[in-house]
């Protein structure tokens, strides 16, 4: 069974900085792509970015591009969101995601996606 547990998320002020971890089990954490995605209070679950398997392909949301940072260590089954410059329109639960299927691509959508993490809240103040 697969299982995703996200951490690092807390309160942090505009400007700010947070890293997030997602540490996954179950499979073999090397042949699928990782995902992060947000959800803010009565919004949708939003893209946030996704690194193929090798870790040599990113894709990134135009909202974040240039301040956030997704990478891997797939010696740790580890997965990372590194945000800086963050604003409050970052706020949300920010979730991690695993892919269906095995890819070296860097899929953006919901539905690639069948396995997630709880769920680690980020709030940034203004």
């Known amino acids: 069974q697969v299982q995703l547990v996200e951490s690092g998320g807390g309160l942090v002020q505009t400007g700010g900085s947070l890293r997030l971890s997602c540490a996954a089990s179950?499979?073999?954490?090397?042949?699928?792509?990782m995902a992060w995605f947000r959800q803010a209070p009565g919004k949708e679950r939003e893209f946030v970015a996704t690194?193929?398997?090798?870790?040599?392909?990113?894709g990134y949301a135009d909202s974040v591009k240039g301040r956030f940072t997704i990478s891997r260590d797939n010696a740790r089954n580890t997965v990372y969101l590194q945000m800086n410059v963050l604003k409050p329109e970052d706020t949300a639960v920010y979730y991690c995601?695993?892919?269906?299927?095995?890819?070296?691509?860097?899929?953006?959508?919901?539905?690639?996606?069948?396995?997630w993490g709880q769920g680690t809240q980020v709030t940034v103040s203004s």
């Open positions: 995601a695993e892919s269906i299927v095995p890819t070296e691509g860097v899929p953006t959508t919901l539905e690639w996606y069948d396995y």
């Open positions: 179950g499979r073999t954490f090397s042949s699928y792509a």
């Open positions: 690194i193929s398997r090798s870790g040599r392909h990113t």
